[in-house]
C-alpha cells in the first residue's frame, strides 16, 4: 500500500475513535500502533484498510482502557457500543487540525504532534527527520498531549497557528526517510479543502513555488547554488503552473494577506526564464505590501536585496541600513550589495563575517567560497 | 528547534566558582553530584529535549597523517590547557531554553551541598541546510 494513503488513515482513525468516545490522547497512541501493525502488511494489505487500521486501533485502545482499573466502567460502556457506522465529518478533520497546533503548545511540541496525529508519521520517522533519539521524541509527543488534555481544549489553535506549523514543517526540508517539504505540501492541500481562507490557499501556491526550484537549489555535493547560476532548466514547470494558477485565484478574492504577498515574490522569481529577466520593480512593491503584514527585520532584509537588485546596490545598502544588523543573513548582503559596489576589500571581509555567523554549514560554506572568490579577484588586481 | 552542545571543561575556561578539586570532596558530596547530573539528564529526557550525553577520559593522544599516510602519534597529554570532560546535546526551542538548562545543570551541588556554579560552554550546532528558508528571498543572490 502507497504510504501516504495509509498515512491519510491516520487522522481519520482518530476521529473515529474519538466519536466513540475516546480520549485523544489514548485514541492517539491505539491508532499510532495500529499504524506500526499496518506497515508490516507490505504489498499485500487488507481488503479494507480503513476498517482494518480503525478495528485494530479501537482493540488497541480498549486494551489500553482495561489496563487502567480506574477506567473499568468506562470500558464496560465502550465495549456495549455498536462498533461501526462513524463517519466524522469536515469540522472534525479541521478540529484534529487545530488542536494539534494550540497556542498552548511550543512549536516543536505542535510539529511534532501534528505530524503523527494530522501527518500519519511514525515515531522514528518523526525523530529521524528532527535527528533527534525515538524516546525524546516519544516523550515530546505524550507531553504535547497532556498539555492539550489540561490546556488544549480550551485553547485550541485556528487556521493561523496551524499554517504556522505547517510552514515550519515545509522549512525542516529533508533528512530521515520523510521528504517534510512534500508532507507540509499535502498537509496544506488538505488544509485549504477544509478551510476557505485565500492565506491557506497563498500558503500553499508560496510552498509549491518554492519547492519547484529545490532540484536546482543545491549541487551533486550539496554545496549552494545561488538564484543567479540556478539552472532554470530544472525548475519543475508543472509545481510553478499550479502554484501560480492557485495564487491568482487567492488574489482575485481581494483578502491579501502575508501567505499570499511571499508567494507573489516566488511567482515573479519563478516566472523569469533568465535571472536578468527577473521583474525586480514589482519584486520589491510586493516586498512593500508585505511589510503591511509582517513588518519584521528578515522582510526588511529581503527588501533590501530586491532594492539592490531595481535601484543599484547604493540604493540597497541605504535600505539595508535601515534594517538591525543583529537579523540572520544580514552580513551576508551587506557583503553582496559591497561587492557589487565595487569595495571588494570590505566585501570580502564582509564574507569571511557571513560564514562565521552562518547558523548551517551549506551556508557557511558558500559564504567562504564568496570570500575566497572576492579574495582571489583582489589579489588579481 | 534547534541544537545545543553544553560542553563541561575541567580546565580552559573562566575561572571556576568552586575551586577545590573534586577529588578532595566528601564521598558523599561527589554522590550527590553525579545522581544530580543522572537526574538532570532524566527531566530531559521527560521534556523531549534530550539528545545525547557523553563523559570523555582525561587522557587523549594526538594524531595526524604522516607522508606514508599512516598515523603519527603524540602524547598522550594530561597536562593540556583545555581539558574537556563531556557534554550534553540538547534540542530545544529557543536559545533562551538552552541557557536555562545550562544553568540549571550548572547548579550541581558540590562541597557542603552548595551549587557549584560551575562553568559551562554552549555552542549551537550548524544545522543542515535550509531547505526553503522562510527568508528565502534574501537570497535571492546570496544563497537563495
Known amino acids: 500500500m502507497d504510504p501516504v494513503e495509509l498515512r491519510e488513515l491516520v487522522p481519520h482513525a482518530i476521529r473515529v475513535l474519538v466519536r466513540r468516545g475516546a480520549d485523544f490522547a489514548t485514541a492517539e497512541d491505539a491508532v499510532q500502533e495500529a499504524l506500526v501493525k499496518a506497515l508490516a502488511w507490505g504489498d499485500s494489505p487488507p481488503e479494507d484498510p480503513t476498517a482494518w487500521v480503525v478495528t485494530v486501533a479501537w482493540r488497541s485502545f480498549l486494551d489500553q482502557a482495561r489496563s487502567t482499573s480506574a477506567r473499568r466502567d468506562r470500558e464496560a460502556r465502550y465495549d456495549a457500543r455498536p462498533p461501526a457506522g462513524d463517519v466524522p465529518s469536515t469540522d472534525d478533520s479541521l478540529q484534529l487540525h487545530f488542536l494539534c497546533a494550540s497556542p498552548a503548545l511550543t512549536p516543536s511540541s505542535a510539529v511534532a504532534l501534528t505530524l503523527r496525529a494530522v501527518g500519519g508519521l511514525t515515531t522514528r520517522q518523526i525523530a529521524e527527520a528532527y535527528l533527534v533519539p525515538e524516546a525524546t521524541m516519544a516523550q515530546r509527543i505524550s507531553r504535547a498531549k497532556r498539555t492539550i488534555a489540561t490546556a488544549g481544549v480550551e485553547r485550541p489553535g485556528d487556521v493561523r497557528t496551524v499554517m504556522r506549523v505547517l510552514y515550519l514543517i515545509f522549512n525542516e526540508g529533508y533528512s530521515g526517510d520523510v521528504d517534510l517539504a512534500a508532507e507540509a505540501i499535502r498537509l496544506t492541500r488538505q488544509l485549504a479543502d477544509l478551510a476557505d481562507d485565500p492565506e491557506v490557499h497563498g500558503l500553499l501556491a508560496l510552498m509549491l513555488l518554492h519547492h519547484a526550484r529545490r532540484a536546482s537549489r543545491t549541487d551533486e555535493h550539496g554545496a549552494i547554488v545561488p538564484l543567479v547560476a540556478q539552472d532554470r532548466s530544472r525548475w519543475d514547470t508543472e509545481r510553478i503552473a499550479e502554484g501560480v494558477a492557485i495564487l491568482q485565484a487567492a488574489l482575485g478574492r481581494d483578502q491579501l494577506g502575508e501567505y499570499q504577498a511571499q508567494a507573489a515574490i516566488a511567482a515573479l522569481h519563478a516566472d523569469a526564464v533568465r535571472v536578468e529577466d527577473t521583474d525586480w520593480v514589482q519584486i520589491v512593491e510586493w516586498y512593500d505590501e508585505l511589510l503591511r503584514f509582517a513588518d519584521t527585520p528578515i522582510t526588511r532584509l529581503n527588501r533590501a536585496v530586491a532594492v539592490g537588485q531595481a535601484d543599484g546596490p547604493r540604493a540597497g545598502l541605504a535600505a539595508l541600513a535601515e534594517v538591525p544588523d543583529d537579523v540572520p543573513r544580514w552580513t551576508a548582503v551587506a557583503a553582496h550589495l559591497h561587492e557589487r559596489d565595487g569595495d571588494l576589500a570590505l566585501a570580502a571581509r564582509l564574507y569571511a563575517e557571513a560564514a562565521d555567523r552562518a547558523t548551517n554549514q551549506a551556508e557557511r560554506d558558500h559564504q567562504l567560497r564568496q570570500a575566497a572568490r572576492v579574495n582571489q579577484r583582489l589579489s588579481a588586481g | ?144
Request: charged share 25%; hydrophobic share 40%.
Open chain 2, 1 to 144: 528547534m534547534a541544537k545545543y552542545l553544553l560542553l563541561k571543561h575541567y580546565r580552559g575556561g573562566p575561572t571556576p566558582i568552586c575551586d577545590l578539586p573534586i577529588d578532595e570532596w566528601a564521598p558523599g558530596e561527589f554522590d550527590d553530584h553525579v545522581r544530580f547530573m543522572g537526574e538532570f539528564a532524566a527531566r530531559l529526557q521527560a521534556s523531549g529535549e534530550f539528545v545525547d550525553a557523553q563523559a570523555l577520559a582525561p587522557t587523549g593522544t594526538f594524531v595526524r597523517s604522516g607522508d606514508d599516510g599512516a598515523p603519527i602519534v603524540d602524547g598522550p597529554f594530561a597536562e593540556t590547557k583545555d581539558l574537556i570532560a563531556g557534554w550534553m546535546v540538547i534540542d530545544v526551542d529557543t536559545e533562551a531554553r538552552a541557557h536555562e538548562l545550562a544553568a540549571e545543570l550548572s547548579s550541581a551541588p558540590g562541597p557542603g551541598g552548595e551549587p557549584i556554579h560551575e562553568w559551562l560552554e554552549v555552542r549551537p550546532f550548524l544545522s543542515g541546510p535550509p531547505e526553503h528558508g522562510g527568508d528565502d528571498h534574501t537570497a535571492c543572490l546570496t544563497a537563495d
